[in-house]
């Protein structure tokens, strides 16, 4: 895509404001009529002065020089407003429509992405494009409103004047294609080290403990004054850019200042121009001045906008790999019966099959476990029933529906996920567990606690259920993160409830005591159980054995146990590590 093209985002939004930009404008233009008449005025004043007239005219042009400089300035306040606030409205809009869109996307787009340099499109860049449309586009429209007008008036006055005023113009056209390309260039470099810079202090806050646990504190900062002064680095590049262009510039106007200086002088010698036109032709010409300068420093806020809208399309012209059919079929309450029929799957189009053939049917409230060596694909086939991937071939069946033709919001309402990973939000612990819910109860709240096993270590915190939790959750241990994120699935009621190896960082006992409970909550639902430890799906109906990403075997705990290798090996490892935890 061309650098021009990439203005057709900033376009839509222009539109959206094009009242505000309308009076704006018209604001502008009255602004530039008034700083127009300036001169004559002027003129007239001083060819008065000049011409010793009577005192009456004197203070009439006096006045009239006074009262279009105000008017002037009373325009200019409104098309400040309007202009550069439109602009400010396009920067509210595109960190809003940004977000949209961020989380709309799938999540193999974020493997290849960094949270910092999201951070970085989401506040620089959208800063420079509302630089560009604010000031940038001001200038733009000043200059040509301003420089024609005054082109034609000082051609009126002396065109020969003008003529030689004017020949430095071409020389700067160059400069500006010059100095333009170098801006644009230096500008997208500096921005993805910023966007480095980002993540690693985004990095850094987030595993503070890790790098203490290490004593890694010097060894990070020098990582991190490495990057900061690559960033500095490439700012640096950009200024001297910067601080070349604009002497280059001043060097051209000093040129036509020099040149009618010394031909206008000439002229008032000979008599052949009067002190007061000389006057208004200078002030014109510093009005020319005004826009030669503008156009640097659009061409700089252009090349820096460019550069940022491209960074920006990379994220509004990605499309969701994961998103609803055209005629999305709508399932609000599920029966949760799951059929996977030759499910083929791989993260990347050149990688190897993460599941090979998967093919098994769970019936609505069964309670299915999946066992298997690190890597064998359980986790993998998880993220498939929640669409957070599509399959590479095959079909997943929900109430004998193919899944990609169900709506997305339909299908993850039906589903309670408690991800491996756990995560909790910077808020409180009462809104990370009602997190999926729009209404309910304080009675909702205590019994999704207890069910896991946090009821008791929430009323330990002074403000309950109102504690705030830190980033990620902080303040409590892994085991209440776990037990937290349990309650937070079982509080939406899902017909479907998946369990990620949802227990590990709870101990023996509470593990028992949160199984217990369960087992009243999974009666009347689809459960699907990843653990590693054997003990916490021994009661479940079915068990299915995963290795190298095939099915090699189901059924229950004791027909596993008696025709399973894998699996006895796993629970007799188990057992060993059991019994040696045990002191026996």
């Not at 689809?526 to 054997?534: F, M």
Request: aromatic share 12%.
């Amino acid at each position: 895509m061309r650098k021009i093209e990439h203005l057709n985002l900033l376009l839509k939004y222009l539109k959206r404001y094009k009242y505000k930009y309308f009076i704006g404008i018209l604001c502008l233009i009255i602004t530039d009529v008034f700083v127009l008449l300036k001169p004559q005025f002027l003129r007239r004043a001083i060819n008065a002065i000049e011409a010793r007239t009577n005192l009456t005219e004197i203070y009439f042009y006096s006045f009239m020089t006074f009262f279009v400089i105000f008017l002037a300035i009373a325009s200019r306040y409104f098309w400040r407003v309007n202009i550069i606030g439109a602009a400010f409205h396009i920067e509210s809009d595109l960190k809003r429509d940004l977000f949209k869109r961020l989380v709309k996307l799938s999540p193999k787009f974020y493997q290849s992405m960094t949270s910092g340099d999201l951070m970085a499109r989401q506040t620089e860049d959208i800063q420079y494009i509302r630089m560009l449309s604010g000031f940038g586009l001001l200038a733009s429209l000043d200059t040509l409103i301003i420089s024609i007008p005054s082109i034609i008036i000082m051609a009126t006055i002396n065109w020969k004047l003008l003529l030689l005023s004017l020949i430095p113009l071409p020389f700067l056209s160059v400069v500006f294609k010059i100095f333009g390309s170098l801006i644009h260039k230096f500008f997208l470099e500096k921005q993805e080290r910023l966007s480095i810079l980002t993540e690693k202090s985004r990095e850094t806050f987030a595993g503070i403990q890790v790098i203490k646990a290490f004593s890694q504190e010097e060894n990070d900062s020098k990582d991190f004054s490495k990057k900061n002064y690559e960033h500095f680095r490439k700012s640096l590049k950009i200024i001297r850019v910067d601080g070349a262009f604009d002497p280059v510039i001043q060097f051209f106007v000093f040129i036509s200042i020099v040149a009618i200086f010394w031909y206008g002088g000439t002229l008032i010698i000979k008599g052949q121009m009067d002190f007061g036109s000389f006057i208004a032709f200078q002030e014109y010409l510093h009005y020319l001045i005004w826009p030669v300068i503008a156009i640097g420093w659009v061409i700089n806020m252009l090349q820096r906008g460019l550069a940022s809208l491209k960074r920006l399309n990379t994220i509004f012209l990605t499309e969701p790999e994961i998103k609803n059919a055209e005629n999305a079929i709508d399932i609000p309450a599920s029966s949760g019966r799951i059929e996977f029929k030759e499910v083929w799957f791989k993260y990347v189009d050149d990688g190897e099959f993460v599941l090979k053939g998967i093919n098994f049917e769970i019936q609505p409230g069964e309670t299915v476990a999946f066992v298997g060596k690190i890597g064998s694909g359980k986790t993998s086939l998880i993220n498939l029933i929640n669409r957070f991937y599509d399959v590479n071939s095959g079909k997943i069946l929900i109430d004998g529906i193919d899944i990609k033709e169900i709506n997305l919001k339909d299908l993850r309402k039906n589903i309670g996920v408690v991800p491996q990973e756990t995560f909790l939000f910077s808020d409180t612990i009462r809104e990370n567990i009602a997190f999926g819910v729009d209404k309910y109860s304080d009675q909702d709240l205590i019994y999704s606690a207890e069910v896991s096993q946090v009821k008791d270590n929430i009323m330990e915190f002074p403000l309950q259920f109102d504690t705030p939790l830190g980033e990620r959750g902080v303040s409590l241990s892994g085991g209440q993160k776990q037990r937290t994120a349990i309650s937070r699935a079982i509080m939406i009621d899902p017909k479907i409830l998946i369990l990620d190896d949802a227990l590990s960082s709870v101990d023996v006992d509470t593990e028992e005591r949160i199984l217990n409970n369960l087992r009243e909550v999974i009666k009347n639902r689809t459960t699907l159980i990843i653990a590693h430890r054997i003990s916490t799906i021994k009661t479940a109906d079915r068990i299915i054995v995963l290795d190298e990403g095939k099915i090699i075997d189901l059924g229950t705990h004791d027909e596993l146990i008696s025709r399973c290798a894998l699996y006895k090996r796993i629970f007799e490892q188990q057992q060993l590590k059991e019994d040696l935890d045990l002191g026996l």
